[in-house]
């Protein structure tokens, strides 16, 4: 199994404003994955980051925007940048250990 | 058309009856069947995983899937209050492809 954090695990952000989400996994991991889970709707996929690369954003989803940090095997960073009430959602850090494991998610709201 | 559909609900049903949630697909090289539970303000967690065709059972949980008519169901006997919770599905092609979502289904149990 992972245990994965995240924080902060909830924010109110004004428009305009950028948040930088926080994932560290208990031991190291070759890729890490952000999600995205708006309400009602499926996770979606924005990027998966590996160690010491560039992050590969998935169709929709572009680095300006999103973009990812990945220093060391157990920690990445998202950012949201120049938030829109559009950007409010729960982002998930998720990684494969055997199976995929989620982390509690971090739940934005943009005003 | 999703590649994967999932009737959203809410669905309630009494405690102890027995549940069935489905999924559809259009994929035909999914070959990974997964299903996620993920209780309110917390991340998904993995519940039941099939390969290809067939049936796994899992204490109360039985998954299922047909992959003639694209269908995967999720069984729970028994039902208890701490099985409410939304239920997702998920697919994949190959052990090293990205998983596709379904939107989840809200079930509560009724005590």
């Known amino acids: 199994s992972a245990v994965i954090s995240q924080k902060p695990s909830r924010d109110i952000c004004q428009r305009g404003t950028s948040l930088t989400i926080q994932c560290q996994v208990d031991?190291?991991?070759?890729?890490m994955f952000w999600y995205r889970q708006q309400p009602g709707q499926s996770l979606t996929l924005i990027a998966t980051a590996n160690q010491g690369s560039e992050a590969t954003y998935e169709s929709g989803f572009v680095i300006d925007k999103f973009p990812i940090s990945r220093p060391n095997l157990t920690f990445s960073t998202l950012t949201v940048s120049n938030m829109s009430p559009e950007d409010s959602s729960i982002y998930l850090c998720s990684v494969i250990r055997g199976e995929q494991y989620f982390g509690p998610g971090t739940r934005l709201t943009v005003t | 058309q999703k590649e994967v559909e999932q009737d959203p609900g809410p669905l309630s049903v009494p405690e102890g009856a027995i549940v069935s949630l489905n999924c559809t697909y259009s994929?035909?090289?999914?070959?990974?069947f997964m299903w996620y539970r993920q209780y309110s303000r917390k991340g998904p967690e993995l519940l039941m995983y099939t390969y290809s065709s067939g049936n796994k059972e899992d204490g109360r949980f039985t998954a299922q899937v047909d992959k003639s008519s694209k269908y995967i169901s999720l069984f729970i006997r028994d039902s208890q209050p701490s099985d409410s919770a939304t239920y997702l599905c998920a697919m994949r092609e190959s052990s090293a492809s990205k998983i596709i979502f379904g939107s989840g289904t809200r079930l509560s149990i009724r005590p």
């Open positions: 031991s190291q991991v070759t890729m």
């Open positions: 994929n035909s090289a999914f070959q990974y």
